[in-house]
């Protein structure tokens, strides 16, 4: 890889040594080393969280009004990821504009009205939104400024005697600014610190993070990685053993941790997501299981956490769950009791703390849970916003470790924390996020998932922002689909399983993974299939069994596995069986398949009456000759219809179409589209039906 390259966020280079690569450099704009600085800073997670931290550059530029010179600052804008961003995620101000607004300051107390004000010094109408940030970077008299969020600094910046232990480490080259928002009025102090001590390096924001400053791009990224680097190297050698007060326990092997989350979880996801569904995300790291297990764990997750960015991914403080709750009836009712617990604390907080003004209360569910001998559950609306926020709180115990080891960690005020979590400006960004799309928060399970309904299904469900699970048992099959979607989707929301419908152990162990990867299921699309076609008199035992195998027994053992794991759940859900024409009409040399595929629709039937009553509904769709993109079709199937029909292979599309009503194809689109209905909440109080996607067969009519 050469050095101009990003590195992987989760292959972290072993120090902080520096990857700027000078022939590359000298290839870019003023704007785009910029983006290479704060791309290289941000794909570094010691370094600055997902989303967490901005940088700047003071670039003089023509202005599109007169042609004349202008000081702009280009300053990462409201949302976005260091790492990833381009250069359309950063917000271009004019700099004798914002120094103006010094002029209209009228106090802390209508410090939120300057922001406002920050979208009318905007240069070239950029439409990217100024981030609370900006005056902090804009005040700073230096042409590039990055801010991060380091552990090792956020460890000092957390600790009692933070202030003393910076002037001791950094002799007077690393300045100290006591807690306080980020807003117009930190700048301010930025400013008088940066002009008062024009030979410091950078400055450390109590409980916050890290201000450093350069002449140059380059000069401004080699600072940054040198403070970070001496406080990373001070707290290794200050650190020692045991951290947290010592081990409290031992963690329990890999395999009965993952059996613990996986009985967990789905009881978890269910006590919290009757509002809004959550998706799940398990971490039992090294960082996790040292501190889960800690003489320590009590008393620091009381403290919460410190840096505003960790506090409001993963909540005032996080939920410990004790052993004794993780399995049975009666620890079921404990536990339910301890989430009720932790909901009534949180209203509390709130009232404690809420003014005439603040926001409504948001959702008083915990986001983290920390499991003494097994690790961390983190539950958010989506599954990166639930991987994001264990990230986070990794960053956390990071602190932690580092604070308490070297003096005693300080968390983020309540009323402090409650200013931040219910500030106006953080519901305003809220506000302006995108609406979720209608299966976001939701789990998918679809069998087939390699072939071409099984792709389109998946394909529907990923657009409609579902996790999905795919199974198949066409492992290169498989895998192919699952880089194709993951180009297109990314890789937190699909999962791969390989396996085989028709075998207990393989579908009981896929839900499994289901759930360790994301809490649970809400949908199941059977979908597996095969197709022979043989005279009665022809057709083997083999066959026969063989077809009764996948399309009747592997429907049955995936609907008992979904219906006992969405009963845990108590939060309702959809099965959905595809599968046939075939069911409900009669169709010669396919006694087999046709029979097989009457036992899916009457089985379903059955499910539907026993589900009702939990909120499971169960229905069918019946596609008829999906012959484009099919495996079924390009196999023997094909040889067997074209044969019954007396016709040429080559006829067969045209002779489906012309034998439909409509006159028309269907596609596994087609297909996928009414699954995506059963799906959503658009059926949500239909159950036992027969939708027939078949471009019209009067056979078929099912009244």
Request: proline residues 4%.
């Amino acid at each position: 890889m050469s050095n101009h390259e990003i590195v992987d966020d989760k292959v972290a280079p072993p120090s902080f040594g520096g990857l700027w690569d000078d022939a590359y450099a000298a290839t870019l704009s003023q704007p785009e080393l910029l983006l290479y600085r704060s791309n290289l800073l941000g794909a570094d997670k010691r370094i600055t969280n997902f989303a967490g931290g901005n940088t700047s550059a003071k670039i003089s530029m023509e202005h599109p009004h007169n042609g004349s010179t202008v000081d702009v600052l280009w300053v990462k804008g409201s949302g976005g990821d260091l790492g990833s961003m381009g250069l359309d995620g950063f917000a271009s101000l004019e700099m004798p504009a914002l120094l103006d607004l010094k002029k209209l300051y009228r106090g802390l107390e209508f410090e939120d009205e300057m922001v406002g004000k920050l979208a009318h010094c905007t240069f070239n109408l950029n439409p990217r939104a100024a981030s609370i940030d900006t005056p902090l970077h804009a005040f700073i008299a230096h042409r590039h400024v990055d801010h991060m969020h380091p552990d090792a600094i956020i460890a000092i910046a957390a600790a009692r005697d933070g202030e003393a232990i910076t002037a001791k480490l950094f002799d007077g080259t690393v300045g100290w600014l006591g807690w306080q928002r980020p807003g117009f009025d930190l700048g301010l102090q930025l400013e008088a610190a940066t002009n008062e001590n024009p030979d410091l390096d950078g400055i450390i924001l109590a409980g916050h993070g890290l201000f450093t400053w350069g002449s140059t791009a380059q000069n401004c990224y080699e600072t940054t990685l040198r403070v970070i680097a001496t406080a990373d190297s001070w707290l290794r050698e200050q650190c020692k053993e045991p951290v947290f007060g010592g081990r409290e326990r031992n963690a329990l092997p890999r395999g009965e941790r993952r059996q613990v989350v996986a009985r967990l979880l789905p009881e978890l996801r269910g006590m919290i997501g009757s509002a809004q569904k959550k998706v799940a995300h398990f971490d039992d790291s090294d960082a996790v299981l040292e501190f889960v297990n800690s003489k320590d764990l009590a008393l620091l997750a009381a403290l919460g956490t410190s840096c505003p960015d960790h506090f409001l991914r993963t909540k005032i403080r996080p939920l410990v769950v004790e052993p004794d709750l993780f399995d049975g009836a009666v620890a079921n009712g404990k536990l339910r009791e301890l989430i009720t617990s932790y909901q009534d604390s949180y209203k509390a907080y709130y009232q404690r703390n809420a003014l005439v003004d603040s926001p409504a209360i948001r959702d008083p569910n915990p986001v983290v849970f920390l499991l003494p001998g097994v690790g961390m559950v983190t539950l958010a609306k989506d599954k990166p916003t639930a991987r994001i926020a264990a990230e986070y709180y990794v960053n956390a115990i990071n602190v932690m470790r580092g604070a308490s080891s070297v003096s005693e960690y300080v968390g983020l005020s309540e009323n402090e924390a409650f200013k931040i979590e219910y500030w106006a400006l953080e519901e305003a960004k809220l506000q302006r996020q995108p609406k979720p799309k209608p299966l976001t928060g939701r789990v998918a399970f679809v069998t087939g998932a390699a072939g071409g309904i099984g792709r389109a299904i998946t394909r529907r469900f990923l657009a409609e922002g579902a996790c999905v699970a795919m199974f198949d048992i066409d492992a290169a099959g498989l895998s192919k689909v699952h880089e194709e979607f993951e180009s297109v989707f990314g890789s937190d929301r699909i999962l791969a399983i390989e396996g085989d419908v028709t075998v207990e152990d393989s579908v009981a162990q896929a839900m499994e993974d289901t759930v360790l990867a994301f809490g649970g299921v809400d949908n199941v699309v059977s979908n597996a299939g095969i197709a022979s076609a043989a005279p009665i008199e022809d057709t083997s035992l083999e066959m026969w069994q063989k077809n009764f195998d996948i399309l009747s027994t592997g429907y049955f053992l995936i609907a008992r596995e979904a219906m006992r794991l969405l009963q845990r759940q108590k939060t309702g859900g959809s099965l959905i069986f595809v599968a046939s024409k075939n069911a409900l009409v009669a169709s010669a040399q396919a006694s087999a398949y046709s029979a097989a595929k009457a036992s899916e629709v009457q089985l379903a039937r059955v499910l539907a009456v026993e589900g009702a009553a939990v909120g499971i509904r169960v229905n069918v769709v019946n596609p008829d000759a999906v012959i484009e993109d099919s495996k079924i079709w390009s196999g023997e199937w094909r040889q067997e219809r074209a044969r019954a029909y007396k016709i040429d292979e080559k006829q067969l599309v045209e002779h489906y179409k012309q034998r439909s009503l409509l006159k028309c194809s269907v596609s596994p689109d087609d297909v996928a589209e009414a699954i995506y209905f059963f799906a959503s909440d658009k059926s949500a109080k239909s159950t036992g039906n027969i939708l027939n996607v078949d471009a019209g067969n009067a056979g078929a009519f099912t009244r």
